[in-house]
């Protein structure tokens, strides 16, 4: 299969087809990578079994790992879902669209495929226009993962994209670099207090502020005990190096490329701006951003790992952002990069 790219230029007169032969192709049963305000998705039909089937071969994703639905309007989320709560619609009027999805129960019209056989779905509004435009065009609820090979660092470009999926997608809407960086916030709705099962781009606190208490996953089970919320696996948006984290100070960071230089051949640096590396032929540096600037780190993060990766190094060298607020976000797919 050939992959087309279909290159936005902001230029309604010039984007307005492209988004219509996108669509063209959803409606028909097809696969079209495309961006949102996070990062790229792999969007299918979300009321089409066959074409929700074709991304997971797609993107090698294991069958009980359920997708998020993408809808254009609050409407949409009526819809498809049941038992929509005041919290439930306080929270989309504080942060939809935006990079908050809510899990829910679901109603019949949503394949079994999107949810993996669950009872409930998990539904977002995304707010880049690009996607906007697209569900609007496809006239139908667009079912999306991140549009990467299972387990790897998700795709904030085009050529990310393609990297990956290459001759296994029908086409790419390409409009740049995504601008969060990070995926959206998942908030399960089905507790009380809602649960947290993912930090994205809206904060925890932001939530808290307009729902109250938001409980994190991990207070809910005992240390052992595996966690039963699916796809949410140790190891994940991990480059082919290995992710070697320390703590957020210069020294540290200084520190620990020292010592990867004595293990790995070529190690890459995730560096804030202004720390220093040490001197050697053998370390790769990502310019990374401002240390305590999440939304320019979160927006870097992932072509970090993947502009490292393709240069080769063994090992990639990256500070560990605090639990909170955006930084949240960043820590966790750090961490998971970084699982063994
Ligand atoms: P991705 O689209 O690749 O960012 O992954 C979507 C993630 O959403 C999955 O890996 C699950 O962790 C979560 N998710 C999707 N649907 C549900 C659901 N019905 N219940 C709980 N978590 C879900
Ligand atoms: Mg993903």
């Given at each position: 299969m ?14 307005l ?9 959803i409606r028909a049963g097809?696969?079209?990578?495309f ?12 009321l ?15 069958a ?20 929509y ?7 989309i009027?504080?942060?939809m ?6 899990v ?9 495929v ?5 009872d ?11 996607a906007?435009?697209l569900?609007?065009h ?14 790897r ?32 916030t998942?908030l ?12 994205g ?24 005990e ?6 949410l ?6 480059p ?15 520190d ?15 560096r ?8 050697a ?47 949240r ?6 961490q998971?990069?970084a699982?063994?």
């Open positions: 050939l992959t087309q790219r279909l290159v936005l230029t902001g230029d309604e007169a010039h984007d087809p492209l988004i219509q032969q996108a669509a063209a192709i097809g696969l079209v990578a961006p949102t305000e996070t990062v790229y998705g792999l969007g299918a039909d979300a089409n079994s066959e074409a929700v089937r074709r991304i997971f071969l797609a993107k090698g994703r294991p009980w790992d359920p997708l998020i639905v993408h809808v254009d309007e609050p409407e949409a989320i009526r819809r498809y879902t049941r038992d709560s005041v919290l439930t619609e306080q929270l009027r504080a942060f669209p935006g990079p908050l999805t809510l829910l129960p679901k109603r019949a019209l949503i394949s079994e999107v949810t993996a056989g669950r409930t779905v998990a539904i977002r509004i995304p707010q880049h226009p690009v906007r435009a569900i609007r496809s006239g139908t609820p667009i079912a999306a993962p991140s549009a990467n090979k299972f387990g660092p998700s795709p904030t470009t085009a050529d990310h994209v393609l990297h990956d999926l290459n001759g296994e997608i029908e086409a790419v809407l390409d409009a740049g670099q995504t601008p969060m960086g990070v995926e959206s998942i399960d709705m089905t507790t009380q207090p809602p649960t947290l099962l993912r930090p781009g809206v904060p925890k606190e932001a939530i808290e502020a307009v729902i109250g208490e938001v409980r994190l996953l991990r207070d809910s089970f005992a240390e052992n595996p966690l039963p919320a699916p796809g696996s140790a190891r994940h948006y991990a082919k190096a290995k992710v070697v984290l320390c703590a957020p100070e210069p020294e540290q960071f200084y620990t490329i020292r010592d990867a230089l004595e293990r790995y051949a070529f190690v890459g640096a995730m804030p701006a202004g720390w220093h590396v040490p001197i032929p053998r370390v790769r540096v990502f310019e990374w951003g401002d240390w305590g600037d999440w939304h320019t780190l979160a927006h870097r993060l992932f072509l970090g790992l993947r502009t490292l990766e393709r240069e080769q190094v063994h090992a990639i060298v990256c500070p560990l952002p605090p639990e909170e607020g955006l930084a976000a960043v820590r966790d797919r750090l998971r990069a699982h063994e």
